[in-house]
């Protein structure tokens, strides 16, 4: 009888380590407590705006490589578009200033020698500060590291790291966004490509990975929340579903947590993880968005931060915004509002809007939390962790929910 790997949630890093396995051969059963895949990176949609929109919007970089070989294995590659070229428009709202950053392909960034490519009023030798925190040697923060301050650190360093850590640079891990850093500017424009899924996230990670599954006898149990794990002295003997039932591990079958941090804490004994988080806030406006305007517009000294154009759709970003949780949703959406016009360049009334603020969008991206994330294997030697959260390397995104799945894949086939 073939072995079996249960894994337990359907977020990316489930459903990348479910695919693995079953490239590997393995029988896979996965088992998700929600009524749909995806968690923290899915679509829906919303009753207010009738239309389907993702939980966030999410921004991805050509430099992610297990992401984009991840939709090339389940065959939704051309799910993401982006620009050939890594350019970033940007505005900024206090001064009106508009540009377009344009980082050349090759390692050597001769972009930072050209004015009509760099950030506007930055000299070459500002870009040195950011090549500095690429040895960041201790448990520091970003502010600790490099300088945060001046038009570099304002009009590209703090909103590449702000997006990528979701965590404010004073406090945020410069380890974290070294490595971010590494994998993205050090490399040149070929690994800056700004990527996103213009038909949602559930379209391109979410409904081609249970199609591959399906094709690849993989068992995918929805509304199936595990309560406990059944722990012997050193491998889980089995799944307690609840109401819904028992399953036993058999010698030889293996499983996957790929839970959140709070819920794999409770299910395995002295598992330490990370405790604190940051908000992301999103806001939608049903409205055509107007000819010219950039795909992506970065916003600097604004309320917003991302602007994203969508089919009759525009859709803000906000990160690290646990600020902005209690102002009344009406005013928020009046504030953000106007702020989107101001950018794009529209008058009139605001259009249907939506708000969608996400409180534990992913962990605190600090020194502190980040020494909390434990490594995929545990006490138990048929259990294994994945989830953005776990210690990838990277903060939470995509790419290191990804890579974690994968890693626990790799580490259940080496069983
Ligand atoms: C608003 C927002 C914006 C973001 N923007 C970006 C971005 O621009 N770029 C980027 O790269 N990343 C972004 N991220 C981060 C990215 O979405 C996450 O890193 C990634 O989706 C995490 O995947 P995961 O599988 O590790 O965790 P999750 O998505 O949290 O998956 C965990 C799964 O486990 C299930 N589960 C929980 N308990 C149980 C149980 N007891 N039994 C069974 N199943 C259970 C959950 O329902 C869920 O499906 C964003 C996140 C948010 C919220």
Redo the contacts with the bound molecule.
Sequence with gaps: MTSTVHV????????AAAIRLCQRGKGVVL????GQ?????RSYHDPVLDMVID??????LSA?DA?LSYLGTIGAAAKLVGPAQAEFAFVDVASGKRWTLRINDGRLPWWIFDEQRRVPDTRAADYLSIFRLLWPGSERTICETVKCAGPLYDRLARPLWL?AL?TDPKEASARLAAAVTRETLAKGGKACRPLFAPEGLSQAFVESALSFLREHQAKVEFS????ALELGQDRVTALDFGDDGRVAVAAGDSVIL???PA?SAD?VPGLKTPEKFRA?V?AHFRIEPPPGLAPILGIINGTIEWLFSFKHRLSV?ISCADRLLEVPRETLAGQIWQEVAAVAGLTGAMPPWQI?R?RR??FAATPAENAKRPGAETAWKNLFL????TNTGLP??????IR??NRAAGLVSAT
Excluded: Q
């Design positions: 337990i949630g359907a977020g990316l890093a489930g459903l088992h998700e407590a929600a895949a995806g968690g923290r990176c939980n966030g919007n999410h921004l991805l992610n992401a997006a979701n199936h929340r595990l309560r790929a839970t959140p819920v299910l992301i999103n970003t969608v996400e969008a992913t994945a989830g953005d959260w939470a995104t995509i790419e290191g929910a974690s799945g």
